[in-house]
């Protein structure tokens, strides 16, 4: 679930082994150059989880600093969010399991913007390909679960061979992760790298893998999950 790493991760980051600037509330024409990336992510945004359940809500926080040119890291502002989310839930967990996809999709249309909506892709292709494209057209964040859901990471940035938002023609090459565990549990690869680390496609991969969660087959099962924002 989205908030089990504490444990798992403690073991699985010893087994892991310059973009274009497009912020939020840039004018159309500004947000239409494309020099072969965009990044997000600006200092001061970035919140470590107050818990170890905590990662959705610190995403929330991290995206909301950056959507908003905010630099708010309270831990109120978390447990706002946790609650939130935990009451929106599509299945009934444990408290420490956290929050599910569609709790994090709720607490993200409440918190930031309503545009964001829930997918579940078949494959890492056709997932990091409309994570990119919506980043890109809406000019916000994506939230992606990794660690077969285990934990949630921020999509801010990314690189690719021609501009997402112009033509179905790119493929990327690149991209920029923020995960909220650093300053609780940081590592230089794995679970979580300092904000805004770039990988490219294929480490990302090793980290945005299938939803699969134990106790309970889930509807997301065997799907890559990410929460993305969507005009139309």
Sequence with gaps: MLARMFLALLLAAELVGTTAVALPGQSVAAASQWTGGVDLYRSGVFSTQKTWRWCTAADIQIIRNIVDHKTNHSRVAQKRYFDYMRAHNRYVIPVSDGVDPAGWTAGLRRYVDDRYRLRADGSFKS??????????????????????????????????????????????????????????????????????????????????????????????????????????
């Design 127 to 232: 997932a990091l390909r409309s994570a990119v494209k919506n980043l890109r057209k809406n000019q916000l964040p994506v939230g992606v679960t990794v660690a077969h859901g285990n934990h949630a990471w921020v999509l801010t940035g990314f690189s690719a061979t021609a501009d997402p938002g112009a033509t179905n023609d790119f493929r990327v090459t690149s991209v920029r992760v923020v995960g909220p565990l650093w300053g609780l549990q940081s590592t230089t690869f794995g679970y979580d790298m300092r904000p805004d680390k770039k990988l490219s496609r294929k480490q990302f991969k090793g980290f945005f893998t299938p939803w699969h969660y134990g106790p309970i087959e889930m509807i997301w099962e065997d799907s890559w999950v990410s929460v993305q924002p969507v005009t139309g």
